[in-house]
């Protein structure tokens, strides 16, 4: 089955420790994107993947950092979280075939900072 | 740069009743757009897009959308809803040949009543 996973779904941490959100796509898909949620805001664009060992910001990229060391893999990395990190996150994959940069969004990491 | 608005953050409305869902969108570069869904507690699933071509796009579930490209819009609308379409509707975009960037609205909330 074609799908975009995530770990953990749930997650609560403290202040200043180092977590990781891991991403896997089993559809050979070039593109990878990171996405944060927040009521009234809709989902903002926190890093993106454009292949392996190619990433840029998105337009929320401070306190995140990200690698793409295999295709199917774009792990999230919170080197320092702070309460303003309190978020529902998203991966997604998307292909360049046939144009459209549709994208296939995960399940959702519900992190909580304290 | 792209931006989306969804006018109306809640839309509350009967079953079998007709709900139409607006966005508008600014970009300088042309778009492709797309409406997707999400389900309490789940992720974003794809609801249909425009890439060109006709402007009225058939989605899953009996949703349909409107590009207007004169008017910036790209309204979605269901001649009568189930009290499973409850859930959480976002309007995005994409600038052609920028890659994977998705901008999204802030999202309306869509609850059926019976």
């Known amino acids: 089955e074609a799908q975009v996973t995530q770990n953990p779904r749930y997650l609560i941490t403290v202040t200043g420790k180092k977590l990781t959100v891991t991403c896997s796509q089993n559809?050979?898909?070039?593109?990878m994107s990171w996405y944060r949620q927040d009521p009234g805001l809709g989902l903002r664009q926190i890093y993106y993947?454009?292949?392996?060992?190619?990433?840029d910001k998105g337009d929320v990229p401070e306190g995140y950092k990200v690698s793409r060391k295999e295709k199917r893999n774009f792990p999230l990395i919170l080197e320092s979280p702070s309460p303003n990190q309190t978020s529902l996150y998203f991966c997604?994959?998307?292909?360049?075939?046939?144009?459209?940069?549709?994208?296939?969004f995960g399940p959702g990491t519900r992190l909580t900072v304290t | 740069a792209q931006s989306v608005t969804q006018l109306d953050s809640q839309v509350p409305v009967f079953e079998e009743a007709p709900v139409e869902l607006r966005c508008n969108y600014s970009?300088?570069?042309?778009?492709?757009l797309f409406w997707y869904v999400q389900y309490p507690n789940q992720g974003l699933q794809l609801l249909l897009k425009?890439?060109?071509?006709?402007?009225l796009v058939k989605g899953i579930n009996g949703f349909e959308a409107e590009f207007n490209k004169s008017q910036t819009s790209f309204h979605l609308r269901k001649p009568s809803v189930h009290i499973s379409d409850t859930a959480e509707y976002f309007c995005?975009?994409?600038?052609?040949?920028?890659?994977?960037?998705?901008?999204f609205g802030g999202g309306t909330r869509v609850l059926v009543k019976p």
């Open positions: 970009s300088s570069v042309s778009v492709y």
């Open positions: 993947s454009m292949n392996v060992e190619v990433t």
């Open positions: 995005a975009v994409s600038a052609k040949g920028a890659g994977n960037k998705l901008t």
């Open positions: 425009y890439l060109s071509g006709s402007t």
């Open positions: 559809m050979n898909h070039e593109y």
């Open positions: 997604a994959s998307s292909s360049r075939d046939r144009g459209s940069y549709e994208q296939y």
